[in-house]
Nanobody, 115 residues
């Protein structure tokens, strides 16, 4: 069974930075485009950033210029560097492959941006 383990969240002041990590299995990491998602309470989960096997990236408009997704192929790990964080970035962040069928979702990592 594919496992996705997210980490790196926490409490940070507005304007601060965090780096999220997602460790996964080679079975999906080596094949699929990977992405970071977030889901605020009462809202649908949204794809925030994605990265292809070749390293091409894509972002939603609200995080462009602030977030950077990357991948370490040797470690089967995907990262999300988040800079200039805003209170509206507060929520739980998840990683998974892009597009269904999804692997089983991990527990996510909570990001809280507050002064």
């Amino acid at each position: 069974q594919v496992q996705l383990v997210e980490s790196g969240g926490g409490l940070v002041q507005p304007g601060g930075s965090l780096r999220l990590s997602c460790a996964t299995s080679r079975s999906i990491f080596s094949i699929y485009t990977m992405g970071w998602y977030r889901q605020a309470p009462g809202k649908q989960r949204e794809l925030v950033a994605s990265i292809t096997k070749g390293g091409s990236t894509n972002y939603i408009d609200s995080v462009k210029g602030r977030f950077t997704i990357s991948r370490d192929n040797a470690k089967n790990t995907v990262y999300l560097q988040m800079n200039s964080l805003k209170p509206e970035d507060t929520t739980v962040y998840y990683c998974n492959k892009v597009g269904p069928p999804y692997a089983s979702w991990g527990q996510g990592t909570q990001v809280t941006v507050s002064s």
